[in-house]
């Protein structure tokens, strides 16, 4: 029986001391960390600025995101900006980014019907992620998702029993060492996804939003 090799992982495609964002950004579309690039349009990087004070990190594109390059620009994505207005967070303090950065997807006809990313996926692009962190100062990272929450405080996490906790960064991080010493602050929630497939979609926001608010009072 042929053994199943484990995705070389990304480590390798990303530039070495890169001194800013647009150094990573520019990078990334080189990368063949796993297979999901092969079917993807194209890498799907972080956006916003360097200083940003709140890190929200998704789990990955979707198909929209996909096609334009840039992540949270799909339903969720307008969903997620309303939500952070109503927390009362003002957008230009927020880096958005996701765990991974290609689309993994399964195509039915000529739908592209979103899949999730695997642990080997999460591995293999963990190191964009840490990458990332290591140019960034946040005073608060919010994970939405369990894909996010559990690439980054570990399998065992449960945003189910713990969204909207704080915790204190990057202690609670299933690698600590692998993010820069900061007196930070941590929380999960809910992927904006989920809000849009509940059955009770104006319960689900509103949970959303309440978590966001704890953001919301951890930067005033």
């Not at 199943?4 to 495609?13: C, E, I, K, R, V």
């Not at 916003?48 to 929200?56: C, E, I, K, T």
């Given at each position: 029986?042929?053994?199943?090799?484990?995705?070389p992982?990304?480590?390798?495609?990303?530039?070495?001391?890169?001194h800013?964002?647009?150094?990573?950004?520019?990078?990334?579309?080189?990368?063949?960390?796993?297979?999901?690039?092969?079917?993807?349009?194209?890498?799907?990087?972080?956006?916003?600025?360097?200083?940003?004070?709140?890190?929200?990190?998704?789990?990955?594109?979707?198909?929209?995101?996909?096609?334009?390059?840039?992540?949270?620009?799909?339903?969720?994505?307008?969903?997620?900006?309303?939500?952070?207005?109503?927390?009362?967070?003002?957008?230009?303090?927020?880096?958005?980014?996701?765990?991974?950065?290609?689309f993994?997807?399964?195509?039915?006809?000529?739908?592209?019907?979103?899949?999730?990313?695997?642990?080997?996926?999460?591995?293999?692009?963990?190191?964009?992620?840490?990458?990332?962190?290591?140019?960034?100062?946040?005073?608060?990272?919010?994970a939405?998702?369990?894909?996010?929450a559990?690439?980054?405080?570990?399998?065992?996490?449960?945003?189910t029993?713990?969204?909207?906790?704080?915790?204190?960064?990057?202690?609670?991080?299933?690698?600590?060492?692998?993010?820069?010493?900061?007196?930070?602050?941590?929380?999960?929630?809910?992927?904006?996804?989920?809000?849009l497939?509940?059955?009770?979609?104006?319960?689900?926001?509103?949970?959303?939003?309440d978590?966001?608010?704890?953001?919301?009072?951890?930067?005033?």
């Amino acid at each position: 029986m042929a053994m199943t090799q484990a995705p070389p992982g990304a480590q390798g495609f990303i530039p070495a001391d890169a001194h800013d964002l647009d150094e990573l950004k520019a990078a990334a579309p080189g990368c063949r960390g796993c297979e999901l690039h092969e079917n993807a349009t194209q890498v799907v990087f972080g956006r916003g600025a360097a200083h940003a004070r709140l890190v929200l990190v998704g789990e990955q594109p979707g198909d929209i995101e996909d096609q334009k390059g840039l992540p949270f620009v799909g339903p969720a994505g307008r969903l997620l900006r309303d939500a952070v207005g109503d927390a009362g967070i003002d957008p230009s303090v927020i880096y958005l980014t996701n765990t991974v950065k290609h689309f993994r997807f399964e195509l039915r006809g000529r739908r592209r019907i979103h899949q999730t990313p695997g642990p080997a996926h999460i591995a293999a692009c963990r190191p964009w992620l840490v990458a990332e962190f290591s140019l960034l100062e946040p005073d608060l990272i919010v994970a939405l998702g369990a894909t996010a929450a559990k690439a980054l405080f570990g399998p065992s996490f449960r945003v189910t029993r713990s969204r909207g906790e704080l915790l204190p960064w990057p202690a609670a991080a299933q690698r600590p060492q692998d993010f820069p010493a900061a007196e930070a602050r941590a929380l999960a929630t809910i992927h904006p996804s989920a809000v849009l497939r509940a059955d009770d979609r104006d319960a689900a926001y509103q949970g959303l939003v309440d978590d966001l608010k704890v953001a919301a009072a951890t930067l005033a």
